[in-house]
């Protein structure tokens, strides 16, 4: 008799439905909010005028700003809402500075005259100015060409990506479904359940792992209600986190997270590579290195895919599993990178011209998005969305696989550990059911939340263009 699948947890549909419309229903609202008087707070500061409007801003000089905001006596000013803010300007510093040759009210748009009024206005903060410049500038190869390659860089390798594994989705997706259509693969019986598993993951890995998800999370949910600040939902969700200073803490908090988690596996890799008594492998069956039989298996893949050969067989790790390793590493570059350009912006300016500032906030703005959209759609299908795993895998959680799971998706790394007699060392207990409960709740609302974030940057950036 053929198995019927588990049915799904109703509170399970409920999250995943809710994901799937929150984003239409939080751009809705959001919008309409904007538009009416009772709107929450704005989230970003006030966009920068552009050349044109920069023309019919008052004549308002430097130096007369500067009469006042260097003055040694008043090197604070307080808020409408009580909070102290710094007016100090260090004349020698802002004149050797790259906004010393502009003019401060071209950012500081809202002062009219000089003295202006109390309460102060917003502060200015580098993303908002830099990213309508890095904007105006992407395409303008002949005075920008440092920004349009840039630019061109990161178009092209956001549309390489997914048209890559968006393609590989949707073939894998067709010829599982066929396969377990026609009864074969590996499909669990509910009524009965393995009683072996395999240790896949390890207590520590799986808490790194955890701090990992929801540290970048929270940098997606800030990060998108800042780079998308001028459509309504964006300011409907920084009211809900409690404003721009809130959310800045929130974002910078995540991002020391993840800097952390991120040197502290290197130094854990680094000293496992060191105590390895025998030597380590670099292109063994345990290394995470790729190497040429991945690429060899990507073909094999694809030409399963096609119907045209069996399905591969795999070691330790899979090529997809090397690329979801391998790529927070360029991530880490190049968004922690620019990040720090623009959380450090005096450091930055003193060592680089003004124009680095807009090619770092295009940058991390373009990684931003892939990394998120990458993470929660193709990550996700990967390890939960696909037929053999839908409607989640539980493994991050509990650790551990059925046996017969693993010997079909690791069948090679299987055969190794069996024929050199370490295979008992991995083999445990099934978890037990409150365990298992606990893991679908957390994976799922992990996947509730990761979707839902990726409809709020999917729609801000369709929104965004059009």
């Known amino acids: 008799m053929p198995v019927r699948p588990r049915p799904l947890p109703r509170w399970f549909v409920a999250l995943l439905v809710a994901a799937l419309t929150l984003p239409l229903l939080l751009g809705r609202a959001g919008t309409a909010n904007a538009d009416t008087p009772t709107a929450p707070p704005q989230g970003p500061a006030r966009s920068p005028p552009n050349a044109t409007e920069l023309l019919k801003l008052p004549p308002i000089p430097n130096e007369r700003c500067l009469h006042c905001h260097t003055d040694e006596n008043q090197k604070t000013s307080v808020r409408e809402d009580g909070s102290?803010?710094?007016?100090?300007?260090?004349?020698?510093?802002?004149?050797?500075?790259?906004?010393?040759?502009?003019?401060?009210?071209?950012?500081?748009?809202?002062?009219?005259?000089a003295a202006h009024e109390i309460p102060l206005p917003k502060s200015i903060g580098c993303v908002q100015c830099h990213l309508k410049t890095a904007e105006a500038q992407r395409d303008d190869f002949e005075n920008y060409p440092e920004m349009w390659i840039a630019a061109r860089f990161m178009s092209a390798l956001i549309i390489g990506?997914?048209?890559?594994?968006?393609?590989h989705m949707l073939l894998w997706s067709y010829r599982e479904w066929r396969e377990r259509k026609a009864g074969i693969g590996y499909r669990p019986?509910?009524?009965?359940?393995?009683?072996?598993?395999?240790r896949r993951v390890s207590l520590g890995w799986r808490l790194v792992h955890g701090g990992l998800a929801l540290s970048v999370m929270a940098l997606v949910l800030t990060g998108t209600a800042v780079l998308f600040g001028e459509q309504g939902w964006a300011q409907y969700i920084m009211h809900l986190i409690g404003g721009p200073k809130v959310a800045a803490i929130v974002h910078r908090?995540?991002?020391?997270?993840?800097?952390?988690?991120?040197?502290?596996?290197?130094?854990?890799?680094?000293?496992?590579?060191?105590?390895?008594?025998?030597?380590?492998?670099?292109?063994?069956?345990?290394?995470?290195?790729?190497?040429?039989?991945?690429i060899r298996d990507i073909g094999r893949m694809f030409?399963?895919?096609?119907?045209?050969?069996?399905?591969?067989?795999?070691?330790?790790?899979?090529?997809?599993?090397?690329?979801?390793?391998?790529?927070?590493?360029?991530?880490?570059?190049?968004?922690?990178?620019?990040?720090?350009?623009?959380?450090?912006?005096?450091?930055?300016?003193?060592?680089?011209?003004?124009?680095?500032?807009?090619?770092?906030?295009?940058?991390?703005a373009d990684e931003a998005v892939l990394a998120a959209v990458f993470i929660f759609t193709v990550h996700y299908f990967n390890a939960h969305f696909r037929p053999e795993k839908f409607p989640m895998d539980i493994v991050m959680v509990t650790g551990a696989v059925p046996l017969p799971e693993f010997k079909h998706e690791h069948a090679l790394?299987?055969?190794?550990?069996?024929?050199?007699?370490?295979?008992?060392?991995?083999?445990?207990?099934?978890?037990?059911?409150?365990?298992?409960?606990?893991?679908?709740?957390?994976?799922?609302?992990?996947?509730?939340?990761?979707?839902?974030?990726?409809?709020?940057?999917?729609?801000?950036?369709?929104?965004?263009?059009?």
């Open 161 to 167: 990506v997914f048209l890559f594994f968006w393609t």
């Open 84 to 113: 102290e803010i710094t007016i100090y300007i260090d004349r020698e510093r802002f004149e050797r500075s790259v906004h010393g040759h502009q003019p401060c009210v071209g950012c500081h748009n809202s002062i009219k005259r």
């Open 253 to 294: 908090v995540a991002a020391i997270t993840l800097i952390l988690i991120f040197f502290g596996h290197l130094g854990a890799v680094t000293w496992t590579i060191v105590r390895a008594s025998d030597g380590f492998r670099w292109f063994g069956p345990t290394s995470m290195v790729p190497n040429r039989r991945d």
């Open 413 to 466: 790394e299987y055969e190794r550990l069996a024929a050199s007699g370490e295979l008992a060392r991995y083999l445990v207990k099934p978890p037990t059911e409150r365990a298992q409960r606990i893991g679908r709740k957390i994976t799922g609302w992990l996947i509730v939340i990761g979707l839902i974030l990726a409809g709020l940057v999917v729609n801000g950036f369709v929104a965004k263009l059009a």
């Open 303 to 364: 030409a399963w895919f096609l119907g045209r050969a069996p399905r591969p067989r795999f070691g330790r790790w899979t090529y997809w599993e090397k690329f979801d390793y391998w790529a927070p590493f360029w991530g880490m570059a190049v968004v922690g990178t620019s990040g720090l350009m623009l959380w450090f912006p005096q450091v930055t300016a003193s060592v680089l011209p003004g124009w680095v500032f807009n090619i770092a906030t295009i940058v991390h």
């Open 189 to 198: 019986d509910p009524a009965h359940p393995p009683q072996v598993y395999f």
